[in-house]
């Protein structure tokens, strides 16, 4: 037997989430089993475990989209019992059972070997929120947007994407401006290697098809109207990443930025990439990252806390990453 929170779908259509004991012959099919010691809570997750966005496929769901652990079991050749893993994407927590749970089974494909230097505990710090900016950094780096070129904005600032985002373009040698509605974190966002702090209420009403250049890049997990003028105040030839949704699915914007100016809009997709991608991006978060990072961002919690603490992100009450010990009740 294991603890789990298990999503399920009433005949009514409500849904609801607890934490509840599973046997393992529950488990769906997969390569390798893996007894889990920390997961997380993205935005992904606290939209399926309250309810709140269509996330989950497939009812019972256990949510969690990563993890990290020891194998116990393992039937595929690049796994042996006892290697430790990091599970994301490939559907975790939406149509494959996930990660908020002492154990997972799941296909080798999801999974990559823990990167030398980053206990399990260091890469839920990270985890989905932070490899999504990893990603992102990287794509602006492949269009050219360089420390040189001019600052880079960060929206959602205060969030685990942007946290990630703001330390690891900090340590690349950018100046950072961070967009948030929690000026009174400022302190917060300055040590993170913030050089400027501007509130989000300037991105976030309807502006103009084109604003004054103001960043060289972007990297955006906030979408709609923020996505739209950090577009159209982007500098000639600079490039935006558009990797969140927090306000809103819509991108009300015009084609003023990308025609007139040669603005790059870059789209962030983490949860199909190859295992050699994966690998690498976790390897170069391995590298740039620094132990200090970890618990100023990120803040334990137990695992019967990640349903309450899911409407607390969704409410954006939560600063940084909540990482979750499932071997805490």
């Known amino acids: ?43 992904k997750d606290a939209l399926a475990i309250t309810g709140r966005g269509p996330v989950v496929r497939e009812f019972p769901m256990v949510p969690g ?25 490939f559907g975790l927590g939406e149509k494959v059972w996930g990660g908020l749970a002492e ?8 999974l990559v070997p823990l990167p ?14 932070g490899f999504t900016a990893m990603r992102s950094v990287n794509a602006l780096e492949r269009h050219d947007v360089t420390p040189d070129k001019g600052p880079v904005l960060v929206t959602g600032a205060n969030g685990g994407v942007g ?64 996505l739209a003028n950090a577009c159209a105040s982007t500098m000639r030839h600079g490039s935006v990443a558009a990797c969140g949704l927090a306000q809103g699915m819509e991108l009300p914007a015009t084609v003023a930025p990308f025609i007139l100016r040669g603005v790059n809009l870059l789209g962030i997709e983490t949860s199909l990439l190859s295992r050699a991608e994966r690998v690498a991006t976790w390897q170069r978060l391995a590298a740039l990252a620094k132990p200090s990072w970890f618990d100023d961002i990120a803040r334990d919690i137990a695992l019967r806390d990640a349903v309450t603490q899911s409407a607390e992100l969704l409410a954006g009450r939560v600063r940084g990453r909540l990482v979750v010990d499932v071997r805490r009740g």
């Open 1 to 43: 037997m294991f603890r789990a929170i298990l999503i399920e779908k009433a005949p009514s259509g409500a849904e609801s989430a607890r934490v509840t004991e599973l046997d393992e012959a529950q488990l769906r099919e997969g390569d390798v089993t893996v007894r889990v010691s920390h997961s997380t809570v993205n935005f």
């Open 103 to 110: 154990t997972a089974r799941v296909k080798a494909e999801c």
């Open 163 to 226: 946290s990630f985002a703001i330390s690891l373009l900090a340590a690349l040698g950018y100046r950072v401006i961070a967009s948030t509605g929690r000026k009174h974190e400022s302190e917060y966002l300055t040590r993170r290697g913030a050089s400027e702090i501007i509130d989000r209420t300037e991105l976030s009403e309807p502006g103009r098809p084109l604003g004054k250049e103001r960043w060289a890049g972007v990297i955006d997990s906030v979408g709609s109207h923020t």
């Open 116 to 129: 030398s230097g980053l206990s399990a505990r260091d890469a839920m710090a990270i985890g989905t929120g």
């Open 65 to 89: 989209i990563d993890f990290a652990g020891t194998v116990e079991h393992s039937t595929h050749q690049d796994f042996q019992v006892g290697d430790a893993v990091i599970g994301n994407g």
